[in-house]
């Protein structure tokens, strides 16, 4: 397919980067000489120098031959024309980044459909969502819902309680685990990214990615080892969009402070959210926070502007004993290093961005759903078994499936079950599978005929 990135900032980049690697044709327009260079110089990839709400721009970008257009810049207005512009020239599909959640308000004057866009995407909403899913699973560093919430997957750390499975194979924690029926689908380990089969060893400091059924949940984090307590106290660092929106979030079952340096900012929001302590003061203030108690804090989530500030000021919490640190940051380059600190979940709005667009691409281009996650090198895809494939023939265990893919669910007629080697599937059944992307392929002719 032909794919036309308008703006290639961080998550422009990272998005070519990605669709580059899935094979796409990949033409990227922005105004600025040093962006176009870095495309020229690392991607498989057109460069078009130039103002991406310019017709002559976008002639010259073929936008009348692209599958996609994703409107990617910083400016909310120059991407709505750029859609339009798109639109009008006969792009198939338009997809617009944009910071305003106030456009996808029903009484909104400007409407983004109008301008030919069929997906908006708004990067603090992501982020917020991405937070509080997070904060109501405080024992996680990332959740994810399946099947309309009745599946999760959690990634969760493995720490010194976690005796269990500490030094244990998958084949031997499935032994003596079956009944609470959760499957393991992968395993990050410095920063290396492992879809573990029945031999692998776990170790201490490993991030592992649980499915299972949500009322599944609670047995798994017993046998864990950590605490299943329900978050009540949140302080929340910067009035950022985000911090806002996530206090309005929070705000109604439960106790949110929220921290904000400016003195003005901090009167206006505190004016505007009844149910919460707005705080003026610097959230990297020792003082500050030891008189704030912070260690009795069940979430801290540090949401300013500035990500050096939010990454200081998280290392302090965690320095001192809040329960939980969720650190946000724009330079995605930071993420691999604040994981191996331990710290606790860090999210990025881009990186939410790059993986919400890639999952309707993905998801469009194939007959089934596909999913990316932040933190590890796996996509999960949704299979169906055609009638006399391979999968059908034998167990799962019997099968040569690629190294890097499992099947972690299998869904009957609605009823889930946590797929085992001696699982067979049948044509009408719809298998969760997560794998590498350079698996996907071998994995597909599995369950052709």
């Known amino acids: 397919m032909k794919i036309v990135l308008i703006g290639v900032g961080e998550v422009g980049f990272h998005l070519a980067k990605a669709l580059s690697e899935d094979g796409h044709d990949i033409t990227a327009v922005d105004i600025n000489p040093e962006k176009c260079r870095r495309i020229t110089e690392h991607l498989d990839a057109i460069e078009v120098e130039g103002n991406g709400a310019s017709p002559k721009t976008l002639h010259k970008a073929r936008v009348e031959d692209a599958d996609y257009v994703l409107c990617l810049t910083r400016i909310d207005e120059v991407n709505l024309i750029a859609a339009q512009q798109a639109h009008e020239l006969g792009a198939k599909h338009i997809i617009a980044r944009l910071r305003n959640q106030q456009y996808s308000d029903r009484d909104s004057i400007i409407k983004p459909e109008k301008f030919g866009v069929d997906l908006v995407i708004h990067p603090e909403r992501e982020a917020c969502q991405e937070i509080v899913r997070l904060v109501r699973h405080p024992y996680a560093t990332q959740v994810m819902d399946f099947e309309d919430g009745r599946l999760q997957m959690l990634g969760i750390r493995l720490e010194k309680g976690c005796s269990q499975i500490i030094g244990k194979t998958v084949r031997e924690i499935c032994e003596q685990t079956e009944n609470y029926k959760f499957g393991i689908i992968a395993v990050l380990r410095n920063t290396e990214t492992t879809v573990p089969w029945s031999d692998f060893q776990f170790q201490e400091g490993d991030i592992v990615y649980f499915v299972l059924r949500t009322e599944h949940v609670h047995h798994l984090i017993t046998l864990l080892g950590k605490a299943t307590e329900y978050s009540n106290r949140v302080m929340i660092i910067g009035g950022s969009k985000i911090g806002r929106s996530l206090a309005e979030t929070l705000q109604e079952d439960m106790n949110v402070r929220l921290v904000e340096g400016n003195r003005e ?101 194939s007959d089934t759903s596909v999913f990316t996650f932040d933190e590890i090198d796996v996509d999960v895809i949704e299979l169906q078994p055609d009638p006399g494939s391979r999968v059908t023939k034998m167990e799962l265990s019997e099968l040569s499936f690629p190294k890097g893919s499992i099947v972690g669910v299998i869904n009957h007629h609605g009823h889930l079950s946590i797929a085992r080697g001696s699982s067979r599937l049948t044509a009408e059944d719809t298998a969760l599978v997560f794998a590498k992307n350079d698996a996907f392929n071998a994995v597909r002719k599995l369950f052709r005929a």
């Open 265 to 365: 900012k901090a009167e206006h929001i505190a004016n505007h959210l009844d149910n919460i302590m707005v705080i003026n003061a610097d959230g990297t203030d020792i003082e500050f926070l030891q008189s704030e108690n912070v260690h009795e804090i069940d979430n801290f989530i540090t949401v300013t502007e500035n990500e050096q500030t939010n990454i200081l000021s998280g290392l302090l919490a965690h320095h001192f004993g809040v329960k939980q640190a969720i650190i946000h940051v724009s330079n995605t380059e930071f993420l691999p290093i604040i994981q191996e600190l331990g710290i606790g979940p860090i999210i990025s709005k881009n990186m939410s961005t790059v993986n919400t667009i890639l999952r309707k691409i993905r998801s469009d281009i």
